[in-house]
């Protein structure tokens, strides 16, 4: 069945803003780059600025899903699409580190709000949730991939003041389009269901929704997306390094034009690319396959991936079956991001739904970021191996969660089918 016209717009609006939060976000290495030339400062005083605008990103998911519930989900990501754009602005006009730094977090403050409300948007105002998760996972793909690939362009020929202002135009665009879209954010939520904008929360009511929220089956949903984000995060931070140090890149040659591009680059390039392939495919099925044995198999193919990079990775192993193995990675990294947004929906109920992805992305990009230290000290003190085995271990215990919720089906009852079973009674 095709989306109806409420669904696309929604669709539309969505996706343009998922594109928009990873194609800001990516491209901020690549201006790193050139800003470690251009300001007199060392790596590590700069990694802390640019940590400073990362931490905002995941911390800030929170929040945003409590103020997504408050004041509806499209004044949210239109909030984020004009302060991001706002902040690249500002780090066009940036002539020392202090501005830059103030640049940086403000984006990431921005840029924290989106994925609640966005995902929120989704839940509560489209019928066919599973094919609009999968386009929306696309358009985050594709900005993930863009982001840095036209800024690095772009920067060939620009000074990079004027590049980051040119990055901020396709948000502005997007604003402008999220103003005169026409959409129902509750078309897809029962009659007598609150799922709009509410009053404030108090500190107490704040508490009680959470406790309420952590007493259901969205604890369990809550610790699995924590550890995929621990996999995740871990996986596509050290991976290109890892990429780069292997005998088989060697066999990659360029042309002399492009001397100085590293052709683990074009490998990383590429999974991402294939993610967008995972991401529909997650998505079309999360239609079909209920999201506890969807995240079951999938878990159990990334702890078997990760073991895979141990011998693919090792001397001799020639450049094929690596990049073979990355694009299965990339397929299935990527396919299961749909199952655990589906997860959410069901488990939750629709007005904390803001609430209930908040928490999930500050698990995801919070709580999953500690894979990056973790993850370094193995690699640094340890092996390549102990790091495969890691992140392994990681997709085992998303796996036993996702058992958890298979097995517990009769105690853990979907939060819709709760609420008409309450209303009714």
Not at 374 to 384: E, N
Request: charged share 10%; hydrophobic share 55%; glycine share 14%.
């Amino acid at each position: 069945m095709g989306l109806n016209a409420n669904d696309r717009s929604i669709a539309g609006f969505t996706m343009a803003g998922h594109a928009l939060v990873h194609w800001f976000e990516t491209s901020i290495p690549i201006f790193l780059v050139v800003w470690l030339s251009e300001f007199d400062v060392g790596v590590a005083l700069f990694g802390i600025v640019v940590a400073l605008g990362y931490a905002p990103f995941g911390l800030g998911a929170l929040p945003g899903g409590i103020l997504a519930d408050r004041y509806g989900t499209r004044p949210i990501v239109l909030a984020c699409l004009g302060g991001m754009s706002l902040a690249f602005l500002v780090l066009a006009v940036a002539n020392s580190i202090y501005a830059i730094a103030v640049g940086l977090i403000c984006w990431g403050i921005a840029a924290s709000v989106y994925h609640p409300a966005g995902l929120a948007l989704i839940s509560t105002g489209v019928e066919e949730r599973g094919t609009v998760f999968a386009w929306h996972g696309i358009a985050g793909n594709a900005g993930i991939a863009l982001g840095p690939f036209v800024a690095a362009t772009l920067l060939i020929f620009l000074d990079w003041s004027l590049v980051a202002a040119l990055l901020a135009v396709p948000g502005v665009i997007a604003v402008l389009y999220g103003l005169s879209a026409e959409f129902d954010p509750t078309a897809a939520v029962e009659d007598g269901a609150d799922a709009g904008p509410d009053e404030a929360l108090s500190p107490s009511e704040l508490v009680g929704d959470s406790r309420t929220l952590f007493a259901s089956a969205f604890a369990v949903v809550f610790v699995l997306v924590t550890f995929e984000g621990l996999y995740y995060r871990g996986t596509l931070t050290y991976l290109p390094e890892i990429l780069h140090g292997l005998p088989a890149m060697d066999s990659l040659a360029l042309p002399a034009s492009l001397e100085g591009i590293e052709p683990a680059d074009y490998i990383y390039v590429g999974l991402l690319v294939v993610g967008m392939a995972g991401q529909y495919a997650g998505g079309k099925l999360t239609d079909r396959v209920p999201p506890a044995r969807g995240l079951i198999a999938i878990f159990a193919v990334l702890a078997v991936l990760a073991l895979a990079f141990v011998p693919a990775t090792a001397a001799g192993v020639g450049l094929g079956p690596l990049v073979a193995l990355c694009g299965l990675l990339g397929f299935f990294l990527f396919a299961i991001q749909p199952f655990y947004q589906n997860a959410v929906a069901i488990y939750t109920p629709p007005d904390a739904r803001g609430l209930s992805y908040g928490y999930t992305y500050l698990g995801e990009f919070g709580l999953g970021s500690a894979s990056i230290a973790v993850g370094g000290y193995v690699l640094g003190d340890l092996s390549q191996t102990a790091f495969f085995a890691l992140i392994a271990g990681f997709a085992v215990v998303g796996g036993l969660l996702a058992g958890v919720l298979l097995t517990g089906s009769g105690r853990f009852a979907d939060a819709e089918a709760t609420a008409e079973t309450n209303a009714d009674d």
